[in-house]
């Protein structure tokens, strides 16, 4: 007997879904597109001449309105504030990718291990990652962020441990479900090792979830980075970084000087928005019981 491993459906079973969720999840592809090939081209744009230096300010700042020579205007400090948009994708995609990946690799195996072997092991791992769950994620970050420091990989590790259980609890209770099924146990009475049926027949079988986990969790981080910035814990001074520039934008807004909040704000939502719509549509594609019939 062989597992069923969990395949995604293809453009004919596609056919079958609702339009609405395909479109939402197109939509958000497409709008996370966007912010990729910005953080991807951001150097080669700046060194063709297209950006100009976020880390340089003008001479004189005079924190201009949006013009053709400055499109979403300059901020009070002189800096061009549609280079530090486009640089600050670069800087949260670089945190966002780190953090949940890193997360995963931490709680993927932490779960099947806990679930597949039970015992004082899985009781201790309960009880530690409930602990961290009961936690709010931003508290959780912002204390971590005091202790790690400024930087990509400090956020990275700082944002990371606040989604690990998550994956642990949803990796651990689909293992305790499918440990049980014929097929692992037909796999163990011909001798299997306890490292192939994890690798061989529960993996494919206990991360179905973990894709949209992921698009989730890398939405709550945008949020929770933005966070960090705004509280001067997340990357290191003057690096582009829409939450500290919201934070530096909002003396400015008493004055008139809207454009320097507007476009980072509406950066970092559209980013959310969009990795947000990307996992609802693929919960609607992996979750059964979100199916149409």
Same mark, same amino acid.
């Given at each position: 007997? +062989?597992?069923t491993?969990?395949?995604? *459906? ?6 079958r ?11 958000? $592809?497409?709008m +996370?597109? %966007?912010? #990729?090939?910005? $953080?991807?081209?951001a ?10 230096? *976020? ?6 700042p005079?924190?201009?309105?949006p &013009? /053709? ?14 280079? @530090?948009?486009?640089?600050? &994708?670069?800087?949260?995609l670089?945190?966002?990718?780190? /953090?949940?990946? %890193?997360?995963?690799?931490i709680? #993927? *195996?932490?779960g099947m291990?806990?679930?597949?072997g ?11 990652? !409930?602990?961290?769950?009961?936690? *709010? ?5 912002v204390t ?7 930087? #990509?990989?400090? $956020?990275?590790?700082a944002l ?9 609890? #949803?990796v651990?209770?689909?293992?305790v479900s499918?440990k ?7 796999a163990?009475?011909?001798g299997?090792?306890?490292?192939r ?6 993996f494919?079988?206990?991360?179905? &979830?973990?894709?949209?986990l992921?698009?989730?969790?890398? /939405? !709550? /981080? ?5 966070g ?9 001074d003057? +690096?582009p970084?829409w939450? @500290?520039d919201?934070?530096q934008?909002?003396?400015a ?6 454009? +320097?909040?507007?476009f ?16 609802e ?12 019939e």
């Amino acid at each position: 007997m +062989t597992a069923t491993q969990f395949r995604f *459906p293809g453009l004919r079973q596609l056919a079958r879904y609702p339009k609405l969720s395909i479109q939402m999840m197109a939509v958000g $592809a497409a709008m +996370t597109l %966007l912010f #990729v090939l910005a $953080a991807l081209l951001a150097p080669a744009m700046q060194s063709w001449g297209w950006l100009q230096d *976020p880390l340089e300010g003008l001479a004189n700042p005079i924190h201009d309105p949006p &013009s /053709a020579t400055h499109w979403f205007g300059t901020s009070r400090q002189g800096y061009d504030v549609f280079s @530090r948009t486009i640089f600050g &994708s670069q800087a949260a995609l670089q945190v966002v990718v780190l /953090a949940t990946m %890193l997360s995963l690799v931490i709680g #993927v *195996p932490l779960g099947m291990v806990s679930g597949y072997g039970g015992g004082r092991l899985d009781r201790l791992l309960l009880f530690l990652m !409930d602990t961290i769950y009961t936690l *709010p994620g931003l508290l959780l970050s912002v204390t971590l962020a005091f202790v790690v420091g400024k930087g #990509v990989w400090n $956020a990275a590790i700082a944002l990371s441990i606040a989604y690990v259980p998550q994956y642990y609890r #949803v990796v651990r209770n689909h293992t305790v479900s499918v440990k049980t099924e014929l097929f692992i146990e037909a796999a163990r009475s011909m001798g299997a090792s306890t490292w192939r049926v994890l690798t061989r027949y529960l993996f494919f079988n206990v991360i179905q &979830s973990v894709p949209v986990l992921f698009t989730l969790n890398a /939405a !709550d /981080a945008v949020l929770v980075l933005g966070g960090l910035g705004f509280l001067g814990l997340g990357l290191a001074d003057e +690096t582009p970084e829409w939450g @500290r520039d919201l934070q530096q934008a909002l003396d400015a807004l008493p004055t008139g000087i809207w454009w +320097t909040a507007l476009f980072p704000g509406l950066a970092l939502t559209l980013l959310v928005v969009g990795l947000s719509l990307v996992g609802e549509g693929l919960n609607e594609l992996i979750n059964p019981l979100s199916r149409e019939e």
